[in-house]
């Protein structure tokens, strides 16, 4: 199959605070042929992790009502998302060694280059699709 039909099958859930942040990243990953969703705080998120299972997650970690790291937490220790990319997104540097503890894929500091999210998002899965694993931390 190609990769328009492979991309096109593609889940992200986006989970940023600032909403116009949000959807300029849902903008950028639906124009490559990713499925976007957004969420906007923790509760949310758990809300749509319960029926949703992304290929991948850009993550903010300051959020209302919690924190990314309880997402990341949530995430690798549930078997149903162990091939889960995380991408932290995220102007709070001083989480990223918490977040690489974690199992994060990749932790970007913001302000971040959306023209970049694509490829990097294709680039985690084939590595992913090459080697059969995940970025998760036992």
Avoid: W
Avoid at 75 to 100: C, D, K, M, P, W
Wanted: charged share 20%; hydrophobic share 40%; glycine share 6%.
């Amino acid at each position: 199959h190609s990769d328009i039909q492979a991309k096109s099958m593609t889940t992200v859930l986006i989970v940023e605070d600032d909403m116009q942040l949000g959807r300029l990243y849902g903008k950028t990953l639906k124009s490559s042929g990713f499925a976007i969703t957004l969420t906007v705080n923790c509760e949310q998120t758990f809300a749509i992790l319960e029926t949703m299972t992304p290929d991948a997650i850009l993550l903010d970690i300051t959020l209302p009502n919690g924190n990314g790291l309880d997402v990341i937490r949530y995430l690798r220790q549930n078997a149903r998302f162990a091939h889960t990319r995380i991408l932290v997104l995220s102007g709070a540097n001083h989480y990223e060694a918490h977040a690489q503890e974690q199992g994060v894929d990749y932790f970007l500091h913001k302000p971040v280059s959306t023209r970049m999210l694509p490829d990097l998002l294709n680039r985690l899965f084939a590595e992913a699709h090459a080697t059969g694993t995940h970025a998760a931390v036992s």
